[in-house]
């Protein structure tokens, strides 16, 4: 599987999102935010658009599957 690429700007530590959780949320509805903890991806922030248009196509392609079965 190919991992999305991430910029520096898409990281977030952990503290920076608990202090900034408005901006922040702000920010992700641009683009998805990866939250860092100890310079690990621990989680990822995206806005609920992004969200939708990434749920319905995961439900396209489970279909498309269970039409091949």
Same mark, same amino acid.
């Given at each position: ?5 991430? =910029?520096?700007?898409?990281?977030? %530590? ?11 949320? %702000? ?5 998805? !935010?990866?939250? =860092? ?7 990822? !922030?995206?806005?609920? *658009? ?7 196509? !995961?439900?396209? !392609?489970?279909?498309?599957? *269970?039409?091949?079965?």
């Amino acid at each position: 599987m190919t991992k999305p690429s991430i =910029t520096k700007d898409q990281m977030v %530590k952990s503290s920076e999102a608990a202090k900034r959780f408005g901006t922040i949320r %702000k920010r992700a509805k641009d683009q998805p !935010l990866y939250i =860092t903890d100890n310079g690990n991806i621990d989680s990822v !922030l995206l806005g609920y *658009e992004y969200f939708e248009k990434m749920y319905k196509r !995961l439900m396209e !392609l489970e279909e498309k599957e *269970e039409e091949r079965r």
